[in-house]
């Protein structure tokens, strides 16, 4: 799908060019777009009402991923575990060592605690009264988790709005479309999750027919 794209709308890149290349161009977007108030998030993320969780999921994950906040939803920063217990480190070794562990451990923890709410309380903004009051997750992972698990069913009428989305989709003019045809990448890939998948001709088709007209 990646060299799909590229040779669609990137025909002069090199074809020495790896997907970290792109990678880095969409991280100088992120770097341009970068928003971090209430405000932002609710003209980025359409709240979640139980209908529309595919569009909603993509782009609240682009949100935290601008935010630098995805590391804490998607597992790759996890708590710190504690040292062991202190009567273990007066056994095993001294006592000085174990308490230098430890103010580590409370300020790694501090630090965690603090991105994970950040994150976790992300997620509630974007989420409707109704799903917010039933769902009291203690941790963002765990929230996102939930909601997965409740929304990421392959109903009819989802695989149809997100096959929607696709075919509306247009680039935005005078840009950089590698964040836009990475949404549609995405879009893609939640129809495969939910057995839809898509033929590799089909999605060139869609991918032209977001060019701007000229």
């Not at 979640?48 to 998607?74: C, F, P, R």
């Not at 056994?91 to 501090?110: D, H, P, R, V, W």
């Not at 769902?135 to 698990?149: C, P, S, V």
């Not at 075919?167 to 129809?191: A, T």
């Amino acid at each position: 799908m990646y060299l799909c794209a590229r040779h669609l709308f990137f025909p002069f890149w090199p074809a020495y060019c790896s997907k970290n290349d792109a990678n880095n161009v969409l991280n100088i977007f992120y770097n341009n777009i970068h928003m971090s108030s209430t405000s932002s998030i609710v003209s980025l993320v359409s709240l979640l009402d139980g209908t529309n969780y595919h569009q909603w999921a993509i782009a609240m994950k682009a949100y935290l991923q601008v935010q630098e906040l995805w590391s804490i939803v998607g597992g790759h920063k996890i708590a710190p575990k504690r040292p062991a217990s202190l009567d273990n480190a007066i056994k095993n070794k001294q006592k000085t060592i174990y308490n230098t562990e430890l103010a580590e451990y409370s300020t790694k923890y501090e630090a965690w605690t603090l991105k994970d709410e950040k994150t976790h309380s992300t997620i509630l903004l974007c989420l409707n009264v109704t799903i917010q009051a039933t769902h009291k997750a203690n941790t963002a992972r765990e929230l996102w988790l939930e909601l997965e698990e409740e929304f990421n069913q392959p109903y009819n009428m989802t695989i149809f709005s997100d096959f929607k989305f696709c075919l509306d989709y247009h680039l935005s003019d005078n840009s950089d479309p590698m964040p836009d045809i990475l949404k549609i990448e995405d879009c893609f890939n939640c129809l495969a999750n939910q057995q839809c998948s898509i033929l590799e001709l089909i999605k060139e088709i869609v991918l032209l027919n977001t060019l701007p007209p000229r």
